[in-house]
């Protein structure tokens, strides 16, 4: 059993709560046990990310992942993943963009704007399952530095 000092908090922003239980069932299948703080739309998501990247101690709760859907209410994944990634404090955070868009273009906006991983709903969970254990592993491995 690992201790959870360095846990990370998974922030989960979807706006379909059936797909919502979902990816967090798929989880917890993976046998990964960390926090999630589900969001259904993109502004307070947006707000909570800020504040915990504006910690000028990094005394805010230690390390984050997003999974983050593209087609929100309020706005767009895309947006969320460029400010997310333009903020100093937050762009070394991995991102997980889950959406049901497999547009080539779409794909590759965010894979340049800095997503980690892009996966197309409905996923095949095996490779989610995957995909969020290996995330894990590099959370293991990976000490965020703290910027000077």
């Known amino acids: 059993m690992m201790s ?3 846990a990370v908090t998974i ?11 979902l990816i967090e069932k798929n989880i917890r299948r993976a046998g990964v046990n960390n926090q999630i703080i589900p969001f259904t739309a993109g502004g307070p998501a947006v707000e ?5 990247g504006d ?5 805010h709760g230690g390390a984050y992942l997003v999974l983050l859907d ?3 209410p309020d706005m767009s994944g895309t947006e969320i993943l460029r400010r997310v990634k333009e903020h100093p404090g937050l762009r070394r955070m991995p991102v997980v963009i889950l959406t049901t868009t497999d547009d080539k273009t779409e ?3 965010c894979y340049d704007l800095g997503c980690n991983v892009y996966i197309t709903k409905p996923v095949n ?3 989610f399952a995957q995909a969020i254990r290996q995330l894990g592993l ?3 491995v990976m000490q965020v530095p703290e910027t000077v």
Do not use: C, P, W
């Not at 909570?48 to 915990?52: E, H, N, R, S, V």
């Not at 910690?55 to 005394?59: I, P």
């Open 70 to 72: 593209l087609n929100l």
């Open 11 to 21: 922030v989960m922003i979807e706006d379909d709560e059936g797909h919502a239980r």
């Open 4 to 6: 959870d000092d360095s």
């Open 55 to 59: 910690g000028d101690t990094g005394s």
């Open 107 to 109: 794909i590759q906006r």
């Open 125 to 127: 969970y095996e490779n």
């Open 48 to 52: 909570y990310l800020m504040k915990a």
């Open 138 to 140: 590099f959370f293991m």
